[in-house]
């Protein structure tokens, strides 16, 4: 394999920049019918291309495997039977087939003495396909008030795209079509940006490398796949004959001018900030030609660094103080294209991305953490791209290849080699948390894409015929800390001994005194990587086919399989046939109807796969009990035990309360408990032995173009998505349902719960053909493919672009509804796997989004954007009041106490990114809503013409969320901190607010312009 990848490595350089196509439709404005036998015009100056074609019988012609660069002007030239007719500052975006229309009205019109016709302008409705898509230009980009130069914090201003509620700090911060944002498919040029371990980006691209966005959200063309949700297409700047660029430098100071809010705020990664937050960045852009009409180049850096303040607070030790943290990211991008001729062009790219997260002593309002304990989260990142376009008389043959590195190191420790140790004072208090941080998460992902793409234009047909490999190696260092893991009590004398050193934050692990209690220790006893190589190979074929001059039909197939389907079988999901249909009719020269239906698979996160293998065990009770669940039919009769299991990481030791036979940082080596695979633990996973279905989106689409006027375009989306064979997990071994409200308002112990599994658990130990096992788990889960969503929704738009007035506006309205069954891959049913009572509306769901966006430019150079935001609530997930539940034993006998955890199988929250948990008894999953949310953002600029060579001087001032308004809805946020999980019933009313949306904040900048 590898010898392969190298060779097609190589050929691909040698052998024939992301394809584009324009096509241009010229019509007469009184009857609609096309006009043949026209010449057409093409230039573009910026890379000295020019070119010319003739329109045959359907009005059409077709400019094939353009650059990316520069922009572009369409014209047409007066003759004796027509006027001229032109289209200017066409940006073009990849992998894309743009549709332009000009109308030409005839000469005879001139001699009419009531109007005189120059021209009429073009329109730029799409009279190709139906994809459902958006973009938006640079241009508007720089507009927009956007927080960090972040281009993700944009994308949410275009229709079927919503801020997110993920289930970790890191998720993807939007969602498309409501969906989960891991499974996105981000893009550059065309070209695969995704890391493989949990989705999202790989190199998060800032907008000074940025020329264009493009989201592609229902019924685009097989070329894309990988995904049920849609497609993020960033297309990259590129140089041109002009020298030009930028040099900037942005700031938020933070708390000094910023509201004041009790809440935790989020920074760029999505981690929680607070005390002391502040935000510089600064950076360049520049590009030019090398060789003038040929080669062209362009250069990107920028950099930023936040600031924050922890409290380091520890009553007992004396100790308050403020902990300063840094969070740095750095971004390097770099392009070249060269044009070898007007048929074959090549450009090569490169994206470093370098992020460190700090994870300082302390805490956002005090903690115990001392920065002996500190450590970071690298999230880095390198992505090396070449792609060819050559250019035939009748086909457009491209070439693409990509190498890639993505490292998520999410513990990096600032002691790597030092135990970790949880300090405790005489009464059982934490005191101090010590060295290491703990645990092992260093995910390293080394990727090969290789594209070959092939365009044939015959007659009325556009061919399209498309192969590619992803290959992905994973590798994991996971699992507990193999220095030892720590519980030690100090008695009082001790206690005073490390006061009077008067160490304060500089306290150590080698400062805690000899003599202490050891009362628990732990050691990793897999201190190893693993991991497999992941291979995506995917085949399209496609049809344009113009059927009339203004009907054009598409058809395409596509197959995608994916080796990480096989999970425990012997063999994988084979059946991934994808056909797409879409139909685009021209009504007039001003609007056309579309629609049409895709079948959509979805890739395997690795995840999946990582967490069963990490999470697993071989030892001899563990197979029993798998055996256990083989003979009671709960697993396949063919399932291979040794297929499905695995030597995961495990942490073993002993603890005391009375103290262990062993002194401080005297531990007993990992090679003491090698024989120790036999413990008891609450959970293990296992591969699932029937593998797993890719999932998949059945996708239909209707919609309505209306180009009102030059400048004004109005389009509606009507779309429908069921999705199916979606991850989520299930619990082989999960406890008989429970009915707290038929028990009594009651909840039941966990012992009686574990009796009920159907392994039944006694304390730490199951009984398996009348031996006692004590190395079996509690829960045994596994990931399967068999959740459903449903999901429909109606996009209404209306754009004006600037023209000759001096303002420009976006209004999107979003009327939509999303149901599932499951979540996220992590996510199990409450109670008894019993998914049917899981359906509900999504945890990302909203019935309303108004979107709006107005551009005002009452002078030269001045620009004010108002951006609004407003939206109905996301849903409550209601969880049960602990102090009104208590808890009975097996013979129905009151023993007090309070719980959560109504049906006692030990989840009451279940898994922390998940956020699941028993509901309130009667209610449904997500009943609640939150209040409705509004957010109004401004920006202010003004360039300042410098007078050498159309030089600026750009000052700029954003303000986010321009009224302070308080919302608890609607935000980029993480499940766990969100305001979605209320306690008590629907019929209280009750929402304690745990967190709110950022409260008024500006950000200044200035940019020097070239």
Do not use: C
């Not at 935790?264 to 360049?284: H, I, M, P």
């Not at 096989?566 to 139909?583: H, M, V, W």
């Not at 955890?901 to 989840?907: P, Q, R």
């Amino acid at each position: 394999m590898k010898i392969y990848i190298f060779t097609l490595f190589i050929l691909s350089f040698t052998t024939a920049f992301a394809q584009t196509d324009l096509e241009v439709n010229i019509l007469n404005p009184y009857d609609g019918k096309p006009i043949a036998d026209v010449e057409v015009l093409i230039e573009n100056p910026q890379i000295g291309y020019t070119n010319s074609l003739t329109t045959n019988n359907f009005g059409k012609v077709i400019f094939r495997g353009l650059s990316l660069n520069g922009a572009y002007r369409i014209y047409t030239n007066e003759n004796s039977e027509y006027l001229s007719s032109e289209a200017k500052d066409i940006q073009l975006k990849a992998n894309a087939h743009r549709s332009i229309t000009l109308v030409l009205p005839p000469q005879k019109e001139q001699t009419l003495d009531e109007v005189v016709i120059t021209s009429t302008p073009a329109t730029t409705i799409n009279t190709v396909n139906a994809e459902v898509a958006s973009e938006m230009s640079i241009k508007k980009v720089q507009e927009l008030p956007v927080e960090g130069r972040d281009i993700t914090r944009m994308l949410y201003r275009l229709p079927n795209v919503s801020q997110a509620t993920g289930f970790f700090p890191e998720a993807p911060n939007v969602s498309i079509n409501g969906a989960n944002g891991l499974f996105n498919n981000y893009m550059i040029d065309g070209m695969d940006n995704n890391e493989r371990f949990l989705g999202g980006q790989k190199f998060a691209i800032p907008i000074g490398f940025v020329k264009n966005v493009t989201v592609l959200t229902n019924n685009y063309s097989v070329e894309f796949g990988n995904t049920g949700n849609g497609v993020i297409n960033i297309t990259s700047k590129s140089g041109s004959n002009d020298f030009e660029g930028e040099v900037f430098f942005v700031t938020r100071p933070g708390e000094v001018i910023d509201a004041e809010t009790p809440y935790t705020l989020r920074d760029l990664s999505g981690n929680e900030v607070k005390q002391g937050f502040q935000r510089y960045q600064a950076g360049f852009g520049l590009g030019g030609a090398i060789t003038k009409d040929k080669t062209f180049y362009y250069l990107n850096y920028e950099h930023t660094t936040d600031l924050k303040d922890n409290i380091l607070s520890s009553p007992v030790l004396g100790i308050y103080e403020e902990v300063r943290g840094e969070n740095t990211f750095d971004y390097l991008s770099a392009k070249l294209d060269h044009h070898w001729s007007k048929s074959f062009k090549s450009s090569l790219r490169a994206n470093l991305g370098l992020v460190t997260l700090d994870r300082q002593a302390g805490g956002l309002s005090g903690g115990v953490t001392f920065p002996s304990a500190a450590n970071g989260q690298d999230r880095n990142s390198i992505l090396i791209a070449n792609q060819n376009v050559l250019l035939g008389d009748n086909f457009v043959f491209e070439s693409n290849v990509q190498y890639s590195r993505f490292r998520w190191n999410y513990a990096d420790p600032l002691n790597p080699d030092s135990p970790d140790v949880t300090v405790l004072d005489p009464t059982g208090s934490t005191i101090a948390v010590l060295g290491n941080p703990g645990y092992i998460f260093d995910s390293h992902e080394n990727t090969f894409q290789l594209q070959e793409k092939l365009n044939v234009y015959k007659g009325k047909h556009t061919f399209k015929f498309g192969a590619e490999l992803i290959s992905a190696n994973h590798l994991l260092y996971g699992g507990g800390n193999p220095n030892g893991s720590y519980t030690v009590q100090l008695t009082q004398s001790e206690l005073d001994a490390i006061s009077a050193q008067n160490l304060g934050a500089s306290l150590d692990v080698n400062d805690i005194p000899s003599t202490a209690t050891v009362i628990s220790y732990g050691v990793e006893l897999r201190p190893a990587s693993y991991g497999t190589r992941q291979n995506i190979f995917s085949f399209y074929a496609e049809d344009q086919f113009a059927a009339s001059p203004k009907l054009n039909l598409t058809l395409g197939l596509r197959y995608d399989y994916d080796n990480l389907s096989k999970g425990g079988s012997a063999t994988g999901d084979y059946n991934n046939l994808a056909p797409r249909f879409s139909f685009n009719y021209q009504l007039s020269s001003r609007s056309s109807i579309r629609g049409g239906y895709g079948l959509f698979y979805d890739k395997i996160l690795y995840s999946v796969y990582s967490d069963a293998l990490q999470q697993n065990n071989t030892g001899d009770d563990f197979k029993a009990e798998i055996q256990y669940f083989i003979d009671q039919g709960i697993l396949p009769e063919d399932t291979d035990i040794e297929r499905v299991t695995f030597d995961g990481n495990l942490t073993v030791g002993e603890s005391n309360n009375a103290g262990l036979p062993f002194g401080y940082l005297e531990g007993p080596s990992a090679e003491t408990y090698a024989s120790q695979r036999n413990l008891f633990s609450n959970e293990r996973r296992i591969l699932n032995p029937n593998g797993y279905d890719n999932p998949y989106t059945h996708q239909f689409s209707l919609g309505y173009q209306y180009q009102i006027d030059e400048h004004k375009l109005f389009y509606v989306d009507v779309v429908y998505n069921k999705s199916k064979n979606l991850f989520r997990t299930r619990n082989l071994n999960a406890p008989s349902a429970w009915d707290a409200v038929a028990a009594g308002n009651t909840a039941r112990w966990s012992s009686t719960a574990d009796s009920t599994r159907a392994l039944p658990i006694y304390g730490n130990y199951a009984i398996i053909d009348g031996e006692q096992r004590s190395g079996v788990a509690k829960s045994v889960v596994i990931t399967e493919t068999a959740g459903t969503s449903e999901y429909i929704a109606a996009s209404f738009n209306l754009q004006k672009e600037r023209g000759d007035d001096n303002f420009a506006y976006r209004i999107i309205y979003t009327l939509s509804r999303l149901e599932n069954d499951t979540e996220d891959i992590n996510f199990r049913a409450m109670d008894a796997n019993n998914f049917e009572a899981e359906w509900g509306p999504s945890i990302n769901d909203r019935t309303h989004i108004i979107n709006t966006i107005f551009n005002y430019y009452p002078f030269k150079n001045f620009t004010a954007t108002v951006a609004m935001l407003l939206q109905s609530g996301q849903p409550i997930n209601r969880v049960p009041d602990g102090s009104l539940y208590y808890i009975i034993d097996s013979n129905g006998n009151l023993i007090g106490g309070t719980t959560n955890d109504l049906n006692g199988d030990g989840s009451a929250f279940g898994d922390a990114y998940v956020g699941n948990s028993d509901r309130y008894p009667g209610e449904s999953r997500n009943s609640d809503r939150l209040p409705w949310s509004n957010t109004f953002d401004l920006g202010i600029q003004y360039q300042i013409p410098l007078g050498v060579q159309n030089s600026k001087l750009e000052l700029r001032a954003d303000v986010f969320n321009l009224f302070n308004t308080v919302n608890l809805s609607g935000y980029s946020n993480n499940a766990t901190q969100s305001n979605q999980i209320q306690t008590g019933s629907t019929a209280s009313g009750v929402i304690v607010r745990k967190n709110a949306a950022p409260p008024r904040q500006i950000q200044f900048s200035a940019r020097y312009l070239f």
